[in-house]
Nanobody, 124 residues
């Protein structure tokens, strides 16, 4: 079993930055990709960013391109989401996820393991 634990959420002002981290533990961890999703109150969970574990491919939602950066540290089994120029509408619970396959990486159905989420609140 794989456990994913997010950290780094909190309160930021509009235009500010936050850095989210996700630590993976459990059995030998070798996902195909890791991703970040978010879910705002009353809305469906949406894709934010993803990165392949063995390569350098990254994927971003159009709404965060140029502001968010996803990175990984294979040795530490961690993935990080640097979020800059945050907007109030990005207030949500942010989830880390791990995918064992290579399909549907921009959709939550493509992921096999999920963290509990971390709250990000952006004030105006």
């Amino acid at each position: 079993q794989v456990q994913l634990v997010e950290s780094g959420g909190g309160l930021a002002q509009a235009g500010g930055s936050l850095r989210l981290s996700c630590a993976a533990s459990g059995r030998t961890f070798s996902p195909y990709a890791m991703g970040w999703f978010r879910q705002a109150p009353g809305k469906e969970r949406e894709f934010v960013a993803a990165i392949t574990w063995g390569g350098d491919n990254t994927y971003y939602a159009d709404s965060v391109k140029g502001r968010f950066t996803i990175s990984r540290d294979n040795a530490k089994n961690t993935v990080t989401l640097q979020m800059n120029s945050l907007k109030p509408e990005e207030t949500a619970v942010y989830y880390c996820a791990a995918s064992l396959g290579r399909w549907h990486l921009l959709q939550d159905r493509g992921y096999d393991y999920w963290g509990q989420g971390t709250q990000v609140t952006v004030s105006s």
